[in-house]
């Protein structure tokens, strides 16, 4: 089963959920930077969580734990570009132990990452939104309930549909 995504709402198996989207909208010519969620179908490749905060989520996914010391590069200099790396890290990057809970659960999403190529973003990802579904920078952003159900529900050919018609 596909998970649609429409402006600010998520369907999956029947049901709808609010969720928050990049603050640039959607893209389909995605730029590092540009605050954009890529429109497109995409796999979910992994989960990622903080387990200092919650149990393992329930999930066909493979399933690992954030440390503090993991990040995610998006320097598009970098040959690491989005791509998990270990803090310290020379270039730019995003901090996946964060303290505003928002990557408490992440499934990186299968967006240019086949290979990665410089400048098209990364990071993208389905994640926790914040309190108030403030946008994002690009992600898929849910609520911490909505996403551990939807993952104990999605099989291994589950993907995401960000395309608007």
Not at 65 to 93: F, K, Q
Request: charged residues 20%.
């Amino acid at each position: 089963m596909n998970i649609i995504v429409n402006q600010n709402t998520l369907t999956f198996a029947g049901k709808t959920y609010a969720c928050a989207i990049g603050k640039g909208g959607y893209t389909r010519d995605k730029r590092e930077g540009d605050g954009a969620t890529p429109e497109g179908v995409f796999s979910l490749r992994e989960c990622w969580y903080r387990p200092d905060k919650l149990a393992a989520p329930q999930t066909t996914l493979t399933v690992h734990a954030i440390s503090p010391l993991d990040g995610w590069c998006d320097a598009p200099i970098s040959p690491e570009y989005n791509r998990l790396v270990t803090l310290p890290y020379p270039h730019s990057h995003e901090r996946m132990w964060r303290e505003d809970g928002v990557y408490d659960v992440v499934v990186p999403l299968g967006y240019n990452d086949a290979p990665a190529i410089p400048g098209k973003g990364s990071a993208i990802f389905l994640h926790v939104a914040k309190p108030d579904f403030s946008d994002t920078e690009g992600c898929v952003a849910l609520a911490l309930p909505d996403l551990l159900e939807i993952l104990a529900k999605i099989d291994l050919t589950s993907q995401i549909d960000t395309r608007q018609s």
